[in-house]
């Protein structure tokens, strides 16, 4: 049997996929070292993985997953409390943005750690009006919370100090898209690449489709 928890692992995410085959398999102590691997990665996707096997028939299995689970939850929230205490708000604010990226949190729990995020990123937007990078970040926070005037206002400060900003035009793309506006949306990003992770989303499909038609015309 595979011993996926004693062999070196120079790079995890090669071993995504096996340990995704491994959960199927019969024996219980392959599908639980199969968490491990899937908990030490821990992206969104490995993290959708490990709630699934909260499903498993054998008690054994999801019990563990469920610890496991839980471990990563007190993981982010040990984070964020101590960015607290050190008063450092950048580092609150990445330790926020880290929670609601991981795929751990439920929609209502999203919500209210993206209002704590906002909430610093605004702190810091006071201290430093013309950073790009909190900007965007700001903007992508309104833009995720269906908040499209400030998003629109944040952002567009953001391509003032600069016009050319992936970021900026990106989320913009995005709020056009949930607008159904497709044409502002091709106008920000005709001149701009897909990042590779957007390949297949939905957006990205409609973006795809809009280039083309300028391509042809």
Same mark, same amino acid.
């Given at each position: ?26 024996? $219980? ?5 199969a968490?491990? %691997?899937?908990? #030490? ?10 709630? !699934? ?13 469920? /610890?496991?689970? @839980?471990?990563?939850? #007190?993981?982010?929230?040990?984070? $964020?409390?101590? /960015?607290?205490? !050190? ?12 929670? $609601? ?13 993206r ?18 990078? $909190?900007? @965007? %970040? ?13 998003? @629109? ?12 900003? %992936? ?12 607008q ?7 106008d ?5 690449k ?5 390949? #297949? @989303? ?12 300028i391509?042809?015309?």
């Amino acid at each position: 049997k595979p011993d996926l928890k004693s062999k070196p692992r120079p790079d995890l995410k090669e071993e995504f996929l096996p340990a995704v085959s491994l959960l199927e398999s019969e024996d $219980i102590d392959t599908r639980r070292a199969a968490i491990d %691997v899937l908990t #030490e990665i821990g992206g969104p996707e490995q993290i959708e993985l490990l709630q !699934s096997c909260l499903d498993d028939p054998e008690r054994e299995v999801y019990q563990y997953a469920h /610890a496991k689970l @839980t471990g990563l939850h #007190e993981r982010h929230t040990k984070r $964020i409390q101590e /960015a607290q205490e !050190s008063g450092n708000r950048q580092a609150l604010l990445d330790r926020y943005l880290e929670y $609601i990226g991981s795929g751990l949190l439920g929609g209502a729990t999203s919500d209210f750690y993206r209002q704590k995020a906002i909430s610093v990123a605004g702190k810091l937007l006071e201290e430093t009006p013309d950073s790009l990078p $909190i900007l @965007t %970040v700001l903007g992508k926070l309104y833009v995720d919370q269906n908040s499209p005037t400030e998003a @629109t206002l944040v952002l567009n400060k953001a391509l003032e100090r600069e016009p050319n900003s %992936v970021e900026a035009r990106w989320e913009m793309a995005r709020l056009a898209y949930t607008q159904q506006n497709f044409r502002e949306m091709r106008d920000h990003l005709q001149h701009l690449k897909l990042p590779p992770a957007l390949h #297949e @989303t939905p957006i990205s499909q409609t973006v795809r489709w809009w280039l083309s038609e300028i391509e042809d015309s």
